[in-house]
């Protein structure tokens, strides 16, 4: 019971990133057709943008 209850908050923590990630992107005007195309967009465009930020 333990190991489904874990199991079951990985999942639900993957759902709300991938409904950020979505959300961010949306927001940005960057389209996307499927859930890994906007896993990898999400990193390309955000997070290697504000990761240039933060080595400012």
Request: include cysteine; aromatic fraction near 10%; glycine fraction near 2%.
């Amino acid at each position: 019971m333990a190991l489904a209850n874990e199991l079951t908050k990985e999942k639900v923590k993957i759902n709300e990133e991938l409904f950020q990630r979505k959300a961010i992107l949306s927001a940005m005007g960057i389209d996307f057709k499927t859930d890994k195309e906007a896993y990898e967009l999400f990193n390309k465009k955000y997070l290697l943008k504000n990761k240039r930020y933060r080595c400012i």
